[in-house]
């Protein structure tokens, strides 16, 4: 007996198919997994499923829930939403209303739906792991791991038989990532509950899934028990999409690692509260007291949770920001973050975490990418231009990308040309702010092949911000593990992952999922 | 091609024919406003009390008021005094609001605690007490009602155009322009300069339309532009006492105002959603 049945469901909106001819079922207690790159139909298959899309999409085909066919009207979708099935859309808080505290919310959802939210709250509370104290304040005042929390507590408040969850861990670090997916997974496996879940996230859905979809362009590309799927996939999509998600350490030539290149000295940051002059509180401290070295050759990564500090620190080292105190010293030359002498700056290049915006849409990505060469205008312009070209296919892409702007490109191929625009002015040092936090499973595995390429091409050290273990296995020869805006661990990436010190480190680590499928043999 | 594109093509579609509709009607008006300087079908200023109080004919097209003026002149003159007294009002606010936003923008926290601080009490005036304050003091003439719109412009010229710096210059782009060993010059010259022009064309026509209202009320009650001059505020005032014989006299200002200001609207609120999202830097351009 299905739960849900979706028959031949096709969907298309402004005269374009985003959805074609997908059928899948989802039985009492079954957890079905939408797998896909961004853009390959499946919020749109969930919206569609609430009855949630804009008035112009054209829907054919059908589907059932509980064996009665789905309600075409509003009021019978609306009589489903929020009480039979339970629903978990929207990211980052953004589900939540500003202006109301969250335990009214939460009572407000409990009155809707079961009658006495007095007696349920503390029970629901509980259910999410939320501390009924934490809920007296406003969304804003949550963490992301808690609003995350809220929103669960939400969708479970009517004890729903099916649980619609798109996107439920992004953007949150690797600690509450686990934590949510293990609260999900328990309201699952306790109650019955039917699970509909779509992400990118490889790991996450296959943690949280018995049944997989896997989707491309809309299509259908492969269905079945997750075992099947992830043992044998059939489809050469699903192969590939399978070892992106498992992301090798390729063990290239690297350059011999030399001496010091980047000495940080006691660097500190502050920041001032509220308006000058007129506040007293003090000052927020984002980088406290951080000291490092980086040797010539050497890849450093920087673990910790959001808000630790880690962009602060990059963008000192960068030259984007100043430092309060402390100092910093590369060849030889004492800088304090902004004041990075200009004959200096070709040696440190930065890599933003959303290639989208750094990029001037209004520019052609070589105008941007050229951008850079003005440090060093006392080289050719033939020189220069081969440079620009050379960065180019260094990343992979041919020259004649050069004349088009960057809406032309996938955030993927967009990531690659700002590490194209980094490399421009063959710097020694490469400095990346989490550079795939913002890439499908499969383009991270790729850009992570593709920075230890260029590093032992070029020489590079680097230093990488991440939220991800991934990164460290893959590109780190030595771990540092930031929380609070203080270094509280360094080691290499084996011991980090091995024998983890400082309880936050073994809580990361331990939040680690696990990975999929079976281990290809080469 | 995701749903979320799908939708954005066809409103965007819609959008570019409204600023079209905007943008040409206006420049209709304000053509019909320039003709007046060279042409109109009648002297605007000659009096004709034989031929006064005409319906529209062959003659005079929009017939003639009490006076026997035609008023298909008298309105095109209207028009052009209007446009004219916006205009400078606009320019007004951008010569002093301009910089100031600039500074506010760029001069660090406590010019820009200054230029808010001053915002927020010449926002507390409104145009209009503001323009009867000068018109008090100076007079009642075109000029004291430029001014007293330009002030109520430059504050919201200043904000906006502090607005659209501050927004662009948070752009990871243009850090990366800044790392990249752009000087401030630099900076302004290729990122941000082509946005906040934008934006402050934007805010400019919007602050043009309401400068046409602006005047419009301001000389209907006799403060603003001074007989023999004409404009569409003074207009409506000179038919109103005939307004039940006669309500074409007032109908044609009225009209007029209503669709020099609902064109300018429109061409102002789709520049302002283009600039709103350059300003976010969700445009990626054609995806």
Known sequence: MALLKVDNLTISIGGSKVAEDVSFAIGKGQRLALIGESGSGKSVLIGAILGLLPEKAVVTGTMSFDDQPMPADDAGRTALRGRRIGVMLDQRGRGLAPLRTVAAQLRDRLAATTGDPAAQLPELLRDVGLDPAAVECYPDALSPGQQRRVLLALALASKPDLLIADDPVAGLDVIDQRQILDLILKHCTERGMSLLVASHDLKALAMLSTKVVILRGGKVVEAGEKQDVFGHPKHEFTRAVLSAGRHRARTLMRTPIGGALLDVRNVSRHYAVGVPLLDRRPPLVAVDAVSLSIRLGESIALIGPSGAGKSTLLRIVAGLERATSGELELEQMVYHGSDLPRALRHLIAFVFPDPVRSFNPRHTVGESIAEPLQLEMQKSVDELGARIVEAVNAVGLPADVLTRLPGDFSVAHLQRLAIARALVTRPRLMVLDDPIARLDVAARGDVLVLLNRLRADFGLSFLIAAHDLDVVRVVADRVLVMHKGRIIEAATPAQLLEKPQQPLTQQMVAAQLPDVGIVPVF | MTEASGLRRSTADANLMLLRVGVVASLLFLLLGF??????????????????????????????????????????????????????????????????????????????????????????????VMAVLLAALFGPSAATLMVGIGIANIVSLALATRHAVVKTSKHDYVAAARLAGASGLDLVRHHTMPIVARAIVAQGVAQLAFGIIAEATLSYVGLGVQPPATSLGLLLRDAQPFSLAKPLLLAVPGVVILLIVIALNLTSAQLRDAVAADLAGDDSGPA
């Open chain 2, 35 to 128: 003709v007046s300087i060279l042409w109109t079908p009648y002297p605007a200023g000659s009096l004709d009390v034989a031929a006064a109080m005409q319906d529209p004919s062959g003659v005079h097209w929009l017939g003639t008021d009490q006076l026997g003026r035609d008023v298909l002149s008298l309105m095109m003159k209207g028009i052009l005094t209007s446009f004219v007294v916006a205009a400078v009002a606009v320019a007004i606010g951008a010569l002093i609001g301009l910089p100031l936003g600039l500074g506010a923008a760029l001069l660090g926290p406590y010019v820009d605690l200054a230029v808010n601080g001053v915002s927020t009490y010449l926002m507390a005036l409104p145009a209009f």
